[in-house]
């Protein structure tokens, strides 16, 4: 659990941010614990496709987990962050704040003048993972059609999210039970949930303002605010990249939720 700041007049220093990007990482994995798998395949196919010195978009970034685990992996690596929220881009600007080979921009993934905020034109790579979820098909599909414009020629799009496969129901049932009976195991030997997570934040006296403005633009984790997203079948994520002028599009990972689509520019 990140360290309480209670009776510091100054910023928090770099552990409190490691701590609060590691007790992020520690609430994602409750929901996925293959995350760091996901993560790996990610990095193997960048390196596979546009080498190991890549220009990388962490798109709708959160606390910078993608933006984190490339820096450690490629040393020419260098990163732009994109987000709205502004609690989990405090933590990462924090986080970051002495690593010049990262940067982070504030933008809305749904406003249509958005590429026009990014310091280059056009990226190597654009990863992103466990985030477009929020976004309705209608502007997901937008959204990628931008993406065509941002990846350069040659280069890569990844997106790793929850992707359901509705011709099995009783796989997905049985996953869904087993699933949550993991959580609840895990919940009840300590670990938080999304709403357990957003409270400490919300609480915490440097996140607290940041956590009162994220809350006012894109509504309150801590009561679920995810009602306005959809989900998509990997079929649709694949055929709708090469609709938009990727040259080839596949999964390259999956598990019995999620998958990791790959777009080839």
Known sequence: MPTKTAGRSGPADARSWQEWQDSWDRQQEWYLPDREERFRVMLDMVEALVGPAPRVLDLACGTGSISDR????????????????????TIARG???????????TVDLTDPR???SLPHPSYDAVLTATALHWLRTDALHTLYGQLAGVVREGGVFMNADHMPDESTPRVNGAVHLFERAR???AKAAG?????GWWQLVADDEQLG????ERFRLLGDPVTGDHSDGEVQSTDWHVRTLREHGFAEARPVWCSPSDSLVLGLR
């Open 183 to 185: 959580r609840e195991e």
């Open 209 to 212: 303002g940041p956590a009162a």
């Open 114 to 116: 958005w590429p026009e």
């Open 95 to 105: 986080h970051f704040a002495e690593e010049p080979r990262a940067g982070f921009v």
């Open 70 to 89: 490339v820096l450690k992996r490629f040393p020419e690596a260098r990163t732009t962050g994109v987000d709205l929220d502004p609690a989990l881009l």
């Open 191 to 195: 670990a938080h949930d999304w709403a």
